[in-house]
């Protein structure tokens, strides 16, 4: 796992997000275990375009790190 990665890996087990860019785009990774008007629980990691608002489910936080990992290998800032 890169060091970027891995500094995902510290900042969101202990804040449960984290921000970072990826070719100058915006992301979050974030746990969702309650949200929205109607209290919409789930046990999910999401990883969010913070442009878009698009995103993408992963049941466990290892699952995010390595689809992040394989998918944006140059994160160049972590927020």
């Known amino acids: 796992m890169n060091d970027q990665v891995n500094r995902l890996r510290k900042i969101v087990k202990e804040k449960t ?3 970072f860019l990826y070719n100058n785009h915006p992301y979050s990774l974030l746990h969702w275990s309650v949200a929205g ?3 919409d ?3 999910v990691w999401l990883l969010q ?3 878009t ?3 993408q489910s992963f049941v466990q936080l290892d699952e995010a790190l390595a689809w992040i990992e394989q ?3 140059s994160i ?3 927020l």
């Open 53 to 55: 608002f698009e995103t």
């Open 17 to 19: 997000w984290v921000s």
């Open 76 to 78: 160049t800032d972590i």
């Open 71 to 73: 998918h944006m290998p």
């Open 49 to 51: 375009d913070e442009m």
């Open 37 to 39: 008007f109607s209290n």
């Open 41 to 43: 629980e789930r046990d």
